[in-house]
């Protein structure tokens, strides 16, 4: 299983080109995004060539986190063609998060 792609605020402008996105922004030093870290990847490589999930590190990734207004971590964005659609924490386990992402992307 690969670890998610990890992006800063140079490169989130790639991830608003996919077509569907989800973007978990985290932070090293976060207790829920290391518990959370796991089903993460699991994720990532489950959609691989479906749906874009990368991570942003807050602190590496501070424009989008604030662009986005995100106030807490982790919490999931979910992207269509550039376009925020929804959002969720990612604290939930992979039984409940993956049906979830797949209804919200059709997939």
Not at 58 to 70: F, L, Q, R, S
Request: proline share 7%; net charge negative.
């Amino acid at each position: 299983m690969n670890e998610m792609l990890q992006v800063t605020d140079a490169e989130f402008s790639e991830v608003m080109e996919a077509p569907f996105a989800i973007v978990e922004f985290w932070a090293t030093w976060c207790p829920g995004c290391k518990a959370a870290k796991p089903t993460m990847n699991r994720i990532a490589s489950e959609l691989k060539g479906q749906v874009l999930l990368v991570g942003a590190d807050i602190d590496t990734a501070p424009k989008a986190t604030e662009k986005y207004g995100i106030q807490s971590i982790p919490t999931l964005v979910f992207f269509k063609d550039g376009k925020e659609f929804h959002r969720m924490e990612a604290t939930e386990p992979y039984r409940t998060l993956m049906p979830q992402i797949k209804t919200r992307f059709g997939i």
